[in-house]
């Protein structure tokens, strides 16, 4: 097995974004969401790539990888940023059996979501959804060769 680096995809936008580590490949798309309501009154959202993002929309920011190396990748860590032009959506981080843990400090380091604590004037608090900058999956299983999966976070245009 091969020992997988993080992959911190730092460029974010309509665009897909590839990045390779050990025969890894992931590619990042950003979507924008229409959220209509069905006839149950539950919410249904379909996306589309985000050409044009007016603020309060919700967009999905995902990376579907895929392992096109000979033998499995363990240790794999992925890294994606929360633009600051967005608000993250908490509980909305998700995909593959990963442990997700988020920055507020440029994604120098990472806690649980509960965990994750800024210090100001008035102390210590829990960081808010707005101060989230980045966003870690560190995979608790190898990648096998030839598998796939994504991951995901939604946020909401400031």
Do not use: C
């Not at 050409?51 to 990888?65: F, H, I, K, Q, T």
């Amino acid at each position: 097995m091969l020992r997988a680096t993080v992959i911190a995809l730092t460029m974010v936008g309509a665009l897909a974004t590839p990045a390779f580590a050990n025969g890894l490949k992931a590619e990042q798309v950003v979507e924008v969401a229409t959220v209509l309501v069905g006839e149950t009154g539950n919410e249904v959202r379909t996306y589309a790539l985000a050409e044009e993002v007016a603020p309060g929309d919700e967009v999905r920011y995902s990376l579907a990888y895929a392992n096109e190396g000979a033998v499995s990748v363990e240790a794999v860590s992925l890294v994606m940023p929360v633009p600051a032009e967005v608000t993250y959506i908490e509980t909305s981080a998700g995909g593959t059996p990963s442990t997700i843990t988020y920055s507020v400090d440029g994604g120098t380091n990472f806690a649980a979501r509960d965990s994750l604590v800024v210090t100001g004037e008035d102390g210590a608090r829990l960081a808010s959804a707005d101060e989230i900058t980045h966003i870690k999956w560190a995979f608790t299983e190898p990648i096998p060769a030839a598998a796939t999966g994504r991951i995901s976070f939604r946020a909401v245009l400031k």
